[in-house]
């Protein structure tokens, strides 16, 4: 028989990519693993929800669960809709597999939420101690003004000052800032060693990164730390040379070196049909599939949303983006964060890892 | 730059669905000055309009000086040198008095519209005034000024003495007997002052619900008081 | 004391002063035209009296209150009503509807938002009466945008009478409006109460001297004569300025 | 007196027809909820953006206020209406429904004071400028919005104790036709009252109204108050029915799609609003599930197409066929 | 101090860069009373061709941007012809449904043609650098771009204000029927003015690419931004949509500046401030 997935992500609209990219990571898990487990049948089911916009969420969800009998959700990639899908779960009797949102709060909407993106508190707490290990004393941090921005700022504040750290200002800046250099005037006369930053992936950053390089920043010696979300593989090609030698701390990279990922990569770059388009959400989309498949394994196909939950806890694999588990209390993936620099390598750009952060849990989690 | 003589055959239009003119026939020698007379509503502003190109045709013809109009637009007419005052102004409210006469001037130089303050000094102490602020006599002889100085062939004036000072109403009709009498334009003229029409007017043609019921000279109708009662309605 | 009275009233635009200290008074019953060339600033002096423009100086009294600081909507209010030299009127609404909403306004029921102005008996007799008197009932429903020129200047002096003001300001309400038909204008003036006060402003002489018991004469913003029509006619500065042919 | 049983039944059939439309409305719910049992939510969706794009409708296609900014009062009554629910434990679905409702006539009030000092261009600036502050306060204070990652744990109780907002949203449905049902007959009274007429006067000519010696200002600022009462209760709606409040509620780009809504159904006649809304957010949400890559572009067509071929909106389609047919008559 | 003339230096560039992406839409928007929401859109276009023909053909900056000027000119001929003339004179938001309508189609084009990822045009060497201008340095592309800003400023109001095409277009607008029967080739004078608005955008595009990013959904991302600072200036005027982007980025700047935190709150108020005081705009055409 058939087990439907109703998959809702930014399949237009200004994310498309990263819609494209769930749907890329989807493709790469049948390309590498076929479409059926035992004698069931997987059929995936897209809907479009371009931006935040938990009410069409929640009208969406309830179609797939209603209209298309789906056993499975899966998707979203901003906080608000996967929060506004989740108050459906338990009723509708159907898990929900969390490729992105990215909001540590997630996972306690619903015990029937499982994620196997990152958190932004998990991607970001590794950065203190990258900076501390470089002996920067004074760091000014500068985020986006939207949820995943301070959330990414208070990680770091709290782990750069439990080890010791100075933060001399925190700036927020709005989400529609295109001029920079009024920020890097303001990171000048700081007088910081380094700027700890947070913008979402997208066009942002490109200005961000000129502005950095163009104000003189660069060259003074003021390092630039960020999460990964600042230099996705698809935007780097753009960012180029401005962003060369930056440190980020991220659970994926494109170059990750091991088998896995190279048929990872092979898979996902083969239905995007440009190598360039590749980002960290397939990588959360593939990794979910997985662990859907396992749920349907485990329930026989059967629809039993806490059956398949329960199956998942505790469950570990290797990933593209390396080990991997379920954390069997909160349902967030434990993963491996890298610290990685922008390099050249041939033609192109890549995040290259240099540093490894083994097993890292989602610091930001508070059990409800 | 001569008179243009102009003949109409069976001409009906109107706007959007609703006719308005119903099969209109009449000529203009060059240098002909007649006057198109009629109650409220029965079409005379829909007759020049549609000379100049402006409303919807279903049929008929329109020729000036042989040259059929109704296969060029409103401008390529004007080019032909067709000249239409309309009734409601038309001032371009945000240009000044001498922008708007500017745009009068077709090819002409600038230096021309001394011509037009010749005829209205008013309008040259005005210059600088948006095209909006005037009085509304003021806008009238702007409105007047612009058309004349693009030396139409023929010229087609709906009411040019609405709302003029009786003193400007003289000199600006003396003005319009001159053009024609000395064989530069053919005039067509609307006007409600019958007085003023008659005595200006070759020729008189009379519209009743878009179609012409009356044509002759001003003598015969001054002469025929059960006619003009009739279809122009004055002296109940 | 007179029902309506302007004193000292002065206004320039840049340069140009377009109202020099012209002082007007109007009893009840009073029908007075305004007349003078082009550009002398009489449709100026409408929009200063009804206060559409703020003047520099000077002082408007309706009925002893001084309303030089009211809004235009308050001085209607205070019995103050005027037409437009250029019809403004609303073109997707009917004649009717126009008469109607006017006359609501009047009663004070414009504002109410429940009900249908169709099914007020009172609301619907004066509409009908109204527009009998400018022979446009039979296009009483038709749109405003399709109408000639002409029915829609008698629809302005409609809307006025619907007010029932204490004094009106006609700005050239017969501008456009054929001869035949200024009949009508005039039987609807004739209509109006006898206490009313109206001030015409006019190019057209034959009306303005069949109308006026009293006219004003202003050029380049001053007012130069005040007399009866036969005085006027007579005035050779008048005539000069203004008149021209039309005093033979 | 035979005018008065004239004029009687001219009230009388206003009133009838009004009466058969929403027979009509309520036929069409009837059938979509059998039709299309698993789209309630989408369906209950449609009807939150309606009252939205009604609200619109009266402020713009009656009252000829340019305006980009009307979510501020859908989002100030989904907010107020969230907000109550999930921090102050106020989880009466109708009183959530109410207080939506007087929250979105005070942004109303609110935002008229700012919007209507403009004319225009000018208009539609204030108002994307009053929508952008809106949503720069809501992101701002996030401890009682919950910011860019939404308004969540609103749970509202069952609605009169009876049905709850179950996963089949049949409950949510069900409100929501009753409320626009109501909404409608309600606006139908007032853009036909006098009050309406003077409404449509000012949007035609406001000088002239103002010659008239009728308020100009205030009943506009009256006819936000209503609007933004519309509106507050469609946003309301929404909330309770899908209880997640996001930012998008007070969005630009809700602002503008509304008004796309509007315009493609045709303004001022209120049925304009509601076929613009449904045909709209249905053609997208079908485009957007057979292929939702591409979705926009067809959008953009139908976008063009409608002007292009319909340049008074779908229900000037319906005027035009009449208009062709001879059957025109009075208006 | 230095602080102070450095926040100056980046206003004024920034509020040039707006300058150059808006005026376009001043001249659509003011003077044809089109409410050209796709204007946006044709930036992006530009921006694309420019960073095709610098990036995938190697060619310099200064071809790409002729090359995105002329490309948008052509493209703009049979697009008026086709769409816009059909919405000039209608009400304001048919112009809106049509020109969203036409945007939402050149995002799904651009998308479908080049790509999701963002785009950069290559700039030469002598636009890479900063450039010291004393007190500190200055990004040379904005030093450029605050010059062409100049340049089209001055050029614009010339042909507009002192030219007869100027006279013709103003006239045209006005009353077209009217200027239609003095002679005027409206249609003509349309199209023209059309496809100078158009390379305008596209030009614009190009040289504000550095600070606004050519993707598929630039035209609506900085849609706000082009209406609000066109709007603020006074439709139709150039010195006014001039002031209005320099007032505007001197208090968008500060405002990043000091309290970033308030995000675009005093912009908007700021917006709301001179609306209010000048309600057609700071210098807007007397209606
Ligand atoms: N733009 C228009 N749309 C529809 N009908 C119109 C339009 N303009 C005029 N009409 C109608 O056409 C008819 C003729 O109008 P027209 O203006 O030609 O009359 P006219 O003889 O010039 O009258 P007047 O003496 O009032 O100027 C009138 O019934 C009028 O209602
Ligand atoms: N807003 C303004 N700015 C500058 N000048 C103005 C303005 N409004 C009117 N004027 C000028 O003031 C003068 C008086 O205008 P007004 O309209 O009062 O004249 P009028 O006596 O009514 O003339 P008409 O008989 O021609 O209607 C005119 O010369 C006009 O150009
Ligand atoms: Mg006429
Ligand atoms: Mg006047």
New binding site residues.
């Given amino acids: 028989d058939t087990i439907k997935v109703g998959v809702v992500g930014p399949f237009s609209g200004s994310a498309a990519l990263q819609g494209r990219n769930f749907q890329a990571g989807i493709e790469a898990w049948f390309a590498l693993n076929g479409k059926t487990v035992g004698d069931h049948e997987i059929e995936i089911i897209y809907r479009d929800l371009p931006a935040a916009d938990p009410a069409q969420s929640a009208a969406l969800t309830q179609e797939l669960v209603v209209g298309e009998g789906v056993q499975y959700l899966a998707g979203y990639y901003y906080t608000p809709d996967a929060m506004a899908a989740a108050p459906i779960l338990e009723e509708a009797n159907v898990p929900m597999v969390v490729f992105n949102a990215a909001t540590s709060a997630i996972v306690n909407a619903s015990p029937y939420v499982v994620r196997t993106s990152f958190t932004t508190w998990q991607t970001s707490t590794p950065m203190a101690a990258v900076a501390r290990e470089r002996g920067i004393n004074k760091i000014i941090t500068v985020v986006s003004d939207y949820g995943p921005g301070t959330d990414s700022e208070t990680a770091f504040i709290k782990a750069f000052t439990d080890q010791g750290g100075e933060i001399v200002q925190s700036i927020r800046m709005p989400m529609s800032t295109t001029d920079f250099s009024p920020i890097m005037q303001r990171i000048k006369d700081s007088g910081a060693e380094a700027v700890f930053a947070f913008l979402p992936a997208g066009p942002q950053t490109l200005g961000f990164m000129q502005s950095y390089v163009e104000n003189g920043l660069k060259e003074s010696g003021v390092a630039l730390l960020a999460p990964g979300d600042l230099t996705q593989e698809s935007d780097l090609g753009a960012l180029g040379p401005n962003a060369e030698g930056m440190l980020t701390t991220f659970h994926y990279a494109v170059s990750h070196d091991s088998p896995e990922n190279k048929a990872f990569v092979e898979a996902a770059t083969g239905w995007l049909g440009n190598a360039n388009e590749l980002s960290f959400p397939a990588v959360g989309a593939f990794d979910g599939m997985h662990v859907i498949a396992h749920m349907i394994e485990a329930t026989g196909g059967e629809q039993d949303a806490a059956a398949a939950v329960e199956s998942v806890k505790g469950l570990e694999w290797v990933s593209p983006r390396g080990p991997v588990s379920i954390n069997p209390e909160n349902r967030h993936i434990t993963q491996n964060i890298y610290l990685r620099e922008v390099a050249k390598e041939g033609e192109s750009w890549i995040n290259k890892e240099i540093q490894t952060f083994e097993n890292q849990g989602d610091p930001g989690w508070v059990a409800p | 730059m001569s008179a243009a003589k102009l003949e109409i055959t069976e001409l009906t239009a109107g706007?959007g669905q609703?006719r308005?003119l119903e099969g209109i026939s009449l000529s203009v020698p060059a240098a002909g000055r007649t006057a198109v007379l009629?109650r409220?509503?029965?079409?005379?502003?829909?007759l020049f309009a549609t000379i100049a190109g402006q409303t919807r045709r279903y049929g008929g013809q329109i020729l000036m000086d042989g040259q059929d109009l109704t296969a060029m637009d409103g401008s390529a007419r004007a080019r032909a040198g067709l000249g239409f005052v309309p009734?409601n102004r038309a001032i371009f409210k945000s240009l000044t008095v001498e922008e708007n006469l500017f745009a009068g001037l077709k090819e002409r130089p600038r230096g021309d519209i001394e011509e037009a303050y010749a005829m209205f000094p008013r309008l040259k102490e005005r210059r600088r005034n948006m095209g909006g602020q005037l009085s509304g006599g003021e806008q009238q002889m702007l409105t007047t000024a612009r058309t004349i100085l693009g030396r139409p062939r023929l010229l087609l004036l709906d009411e040019p003495l609405e709302g003029l000072a009786p003193v400007i109403c003289d000199e600006l009709m003396a003005a319009f007997t001159e053009l024609a009498s000395t064989g530069r334009m053919t005039v067509l003229l609307?006007e409600q002052r019958l007085k003023a029409a008659f005595d200006f007017a070759d020729h008189v043609v009379i519209l009743e619900r878009g179609k012409v019921v009356w044509t002759g000279t001003p003598g015969d109708l001054q002469e025929d008081p059960e006619t003009v009662n009739r279809l122009l309605g004055v002296g109940h | 004391m007179s029902l309506f009275e302007v004193r000292n009233l002065s206004k320039k635009f840049g340069g140009l002063n377009v109202t020099n200290d012209v002082s007007i008074s109007l009893n009840p019953g009073d029908r007075i035209a305004l007349i003078g060339p082009n550009g002398a600033g009489k449709t100026t002096f409408v929009n200063l009296v009804t206060g559409h423009i703020r003047p520099d100086a000077g002082v408007v009294m309706i009925a002893g209150q001084d309303v030089t600081r009211l809004s235009p909507r308050a001085r209607v209010h205070a019995g103050l009503v005027r037409s437009f030299q250029v019809t403004r009127l609303f073109p997707e609404m009917s004649p009717e509807e126009h008469v109607a909403m006017a006359i609501l306004q009047r009663m004070g029921k414009v504002e109410k938002a429940f009900g249908d102005y169709r099914s007020m008996p009172e609301v619907m007799a004066e509409t009908a009466e109204i527009l009998g008197i400018l022979n446009l009932t039979p296009i009483a429903r038709s749109r405003v945008?399709?109408?000639?020129?002409?029915q829609q200047r008698l629809l302005e002096i409609g809307l006025a009478m619907a007010l029932r003001p204490k004094v009106l300001l006609l700005d050239e309400p017969a501008a456009?409006v054929?001869s035949s038909d200024t009949v009508l204008i005039e039987r609807a003036l004739d209509r109006l109460p006898p206490d009313l006060a109206v001030l015409m402003i006019e190019h057209d002489m034959d009306f303005v001297f069949r109308f006026a018991q009293r006219v004003v004469v202003l050029a380049a913003g001053t007012v130069i004569f005040d007399g009866t029509p036969a005085q006027v006619a007579a005035d050779p500065q008048v005539r000069e300025a203004y008149l021209g042919s039309y005093a033979e | 007196m035979s005018n008065d049983a004239k004029t009687m039944t001219i009230w009388q059939r206003g009133l009838r027809s009004d009466l058969i439309a929403c027979l009509l409305i309520g036929l069409i719910a009837v059938i979509c909820f059998y039709a299309m049992p698993s789209g309630l939510s989408l369906l209950t969706r449609i009807i939150a953006i309606m009252l939205l794009v009604l609200s619109i409708d009266l402020v713009t296609g009656y009252g000829g206020v340019a305006t980009l900014g009307h979510a501020a009062l859908f989002g100030a009554g989904a907010y107020a209406a969230g907000i109550a629910a999930a921090k102050f434990g106020i989880t009466d679905p109708l009183l959530m429904l109410l207080i939506g409702t007087i929250a979105g006539a005070i942004a109303g009030f609110l935002s008229s004071l700012v919007i209507l000092r403009g004319h225009g261009l000018s208009q539609l600036v204030l108002s994307i400028a009053v929508i952008m502050l809106a949503r720069e306060a809501a992101n701002k204070f996030s401890t009682w919005t919950g910011g860019s990652d939404g308004l969540s744990g609103i749970a509202p109780s069952p609605l009169l104790g009876m049905w709850r907002f179950d996963l089949w949203g049949k409950t949510s449905y069900w409100l929501a036709v009753i409320l626009l049902l109501v909404v409608f007959l309600i606006l139908r009274q007032i853009v036909r009252s006098p009050f309406g007429m003077l409404v449509k006067a000012i949007r035609q000519d406001p000088i002239r109204v103002s010659a008239m010696g009728a308020p100009v200002y205030w009943t506009l600022v009256k006819m936000y108050v209503i609007s933004g009462a519309v509106a507050g209760l469609g946003g309301a709606l929404s909330a309770v029915a899908t209880k997640v409040v996001g930012l998008d509620a007070l969005s630009f780009e809700l602002s503008a799609e509304a008004v796309v809504m509007l315009v493609l159904g045709g303004t001022a006649n209120l049925f304009g609003a509601m076929i613009g809304t449904t045909v709209f957010i249905w053609f997208e949400h079908l485009v957007s599930s057979v292929n939702p890559f591409h979705w926009l572009t067809i959008v953009g067509v139908l976008l063009v197409t409608v002007v292009l071929f319909a340049p008074r909106g779908l229900t000037g389609i319906a005027d035009q066929l009449r208009d062709k047919f001879g059957k025109g008559g009075a208006k | 101090m230095q602080t102070i003339l450095s926040i100056g230096a980046d206003a004024l560039a920034y509020g040039m860069v707006l300058f150059v992406i808006s005026i376009g839409l001043s001249v659509t928007m003011g003077l044809m009373k089109v409410v050209n929401l796709a204007h946006g859109a044709f930036a992006m276009i530009g921006g694309y061709v420019a960073s095709y023909v610098t990036q995938q053909m190697g060619l310099h900056f200064a071809v790409g941007t002729v090359a995105a000027v002329l490309f948008c000119v052509v493209l703009a001929f049979p697009m008026e012809r086709l769409l816009f003339r059909r919405i000039y004179g209608a009400p304001e938001l048919i112009q809106v449904l049509m020109t969203i309508g036409i945007t939402f189609i050149i995002i799904g084009i651009a998308n479908w043609l080049m790509g999701p990822t963002l785009k950069t045009i290559a700039l030469p060497d002598s636009l890479r650098g900063p450039v010291d201008i004393g007190f500190r340095t200055i990004a040379a592309h904005k030093i450029f771009a605050a010059a062409v800003g100049g340049a089209v400023a001055l050029g614009l109001w010339y042909l507009i204000e002192r030219t007869s095409f100027g006279i013709k277009l103003r006239a045209s607008v006005d009353d077209t029927a009217m200027a239609g029967a003095l002679g005027i080739r409206t249609k003509i004078v349309y199209s023209v003015s059309f496809a100078i608005a158009i390379g305008l955008a596209a030009l614009g595009g190009v040289v504000g690419a550095q600070l606004l990013p050519i993707e598929p959904y630039y035209a609506l991302h900085y849609m706000v931004t082009f209406l609000v600072v066109v709007s603020v200036g006074g439709a139709g005027s150039i010195p006014g949509a001039l002031v209005a982007c320099l007032l505007l980025g001197a208090v968008k700047t500060t405002g990043s500046y000091l309290w970033p935190e308030f995000g675009n709150f005093f912009f908007y108020l700021a917006v709301i401030a001179i609306v209010s005081v000048f309600p057609n705009g700071l210098m807007g055409r007397a209606k």
């Fill in positions: 706007y609703t308005i009629g409220n509503g029965v079409g005379k502003s829909t009734q609307v | 945008s399709g109408i000639a020129y002409g456009g054929p």
